[in-house]
C-alpha cells in the first residue's frame, strides 16, 4: 500500500485538512497506513484514537475501491509525494498537500507565467486598458488567474482569442465549476488550456476556499498584474501573498474617486510598481528574469 494514494485518501474521504496531513507525512514513517491503524504514539500527537480507529475501520471497507476508481480519473492528481509535483508550490510555506489539474498539465511547468487578478464588478473601460497592456505579450507569458466573473474571466478570455496559453485556479472542485456563468469557459480551459484546483473533485465552493486558492495564483508567476482592487477585497489578500512569496506585484492606476481602484493606488504607495503600459510589464520580466530562473531552477535540485 502506497503513501500516496493513502494520502489522497486520507484528504478525499476522510477529509484531513493539508496541514494535518502535512504534518503526518513529516513523521516520515514507511507505511503510514498501519501506524495509523497501531495508532503509533507520533501519530496520536496529530490524531485522536477515535480518529485512528475510524479511520481503519473505513479504509477495510473502502480503500481498494478508492485506489481503483483514482486509477480511473481523468483529471491528474498530484501528491507532494510525487515526483512530477508542480515544483514551484514547494516554495512556498503552506503547499498544497494534494493538487488536481485538468487540461494541458504541462504548462505549470512553463516559468514565463504572469497573473493577472482583479475586481469582480469591473469598470467600462477594464477591457480595453487590459487589451492594451496584455495583447502585445499575450503569447510571451502564460496568463494565470482565477476563473472568477469579471476581470479573472477577462484575462482568461483575452489568453484565448490572443492566441496564447492560460491556467485558471479554481476554489472548488472540477465537477462543480463556479461561477456558474463561466461553463463555457471552464469547457474550453479544460480542453484547451489548464485548471487546477487543491479540492478533489466533488467538493463543491464554498467561501472560505478563495482566499485560500489565491495563494497559488501568486505562487505561479514571477509576477501579479493587478487590474482594479478595492482596498478590502481578494485581490489586496493576493497582494499580500505575492509579497510574502517573493514575487512582484504590479498595479495599473485608475481614477482617483473609483473605490474599485483605491486598493491599487494603496498599493502603489507602498511600493508596488506602477504599470502604465505593456512596457513596463515587459521591463519588469527582464529585470526579475533571472531571479525567476533560479526559483524554478532550485526546485528541480
Known amino acids: 500500500m502506497e ?3 493513502y494520502i489522497i485518501y486520507l484528504y478525499e474521504e476522510i477529509g484531513l485538512t493539508r496541514r494535518k496531513l502535512a504534518r503526518l507525512m513529516a513523521l516520515n514513517h514507511d507505511v503510514l497506513s498501519e501506524s495509523i491503524v497501531q495508532q503509533h504514539p507520533d501519530i496520536l500527537m496529530i490524531l485522536k484514537v477515535r480518529e485512528c480507529q475510524d479511520i481503519s475501520s473505513k479504509m477495510r471497507q473502502g ?6 476508481a483514482l486509477a480511473c480519473r481523468k483529471c491528474k492528481t498530484w501528491t ?7 515544483d514551484i508550490f514547494r516554495t512556498i510555506p503552506d503547499p498544497p498537500v494534494v493538487l488536481y489539474g485538468l487540461g494541458q498539465v504541462h504548462l505549470v511547468n512553463q516559468t514565463n507565467r504572469l497573473s493577472v487578478i482583479g475586481s469582480r464588478e469591473p469598470t ?3 477591457e480595453k486598458r487590459m487589451q492594451q497592456l496584455l495583447l502585445p ?4 507569458f502564460v496568463i494565470v488567474s482565477g476563473m472568477a466573473k469579471g476581470t479573472d474571466a477577462l484575462a482568461h478570455h483575452l489568453a484565448i482569442k490572443g492566441g496564447g496559453k492560460t491556467i485558471a485556479v479554481i476554489g472548488s472542485g472540477f465537477l462543480y465549476p463556479y461561477p456558474y456563468e463561466n461553463q463555457a469557459l471552464f469547457t474550453e480551459l479544460a480542453h484547451h488550456h489548464l485548471i487546477l484546483s487543491e479540492y478533489p473533485p466533488d467538493k463543491k465552493p464554498a467561501r472560505f476556499h478563495f482566499p485560500e486558492r489565491n495563494r497559488l495564483i501568486s505562487a505561479l508567476s514571477f509576477g501579479t498584474l493587478i487590474i482594479e482592487a478595492k482596498l478590502k477585497s481578494g485581490t489586496m489578500i493576493t497582494a499580500d501573498q505575492a509579497l510574502e512569496q517573493g514575487r512582484v506585484v504590479m498595479v495599473m492606476p485608475g481614477d482617483i474617486l473609483n473605490p474599485n481602484t483605491a486598493g491599487c493606488h494603496a498599493l502603489i504607495q507602498q511600493g508596488a510598481k506602477l504599470v502604465q503600459n505593456t512596457q513596463d510589464i515587459v521591463e519588469e520580466w527582464l529585470e526579475n528574469k533571472r531571479h525567476w ?7 528541480k535540485e
Open 63 to 68: 480503500f481498494k475501491g478508492f485506489v481503483k
Open 124 to 126: 467600462i473601460h477594464t
Open 3 to 5: 503513501n500516496r494514494e
Open 80 to 86: 507532494i509525494l510525487d515526483e512530477d509535483y508542480p
Open 293 to 299: 530562473q533560479i526559483i524554478n531552477q532550485k526546485c
Open 137 to 140: 505579450v499575450i503569447k510571451d
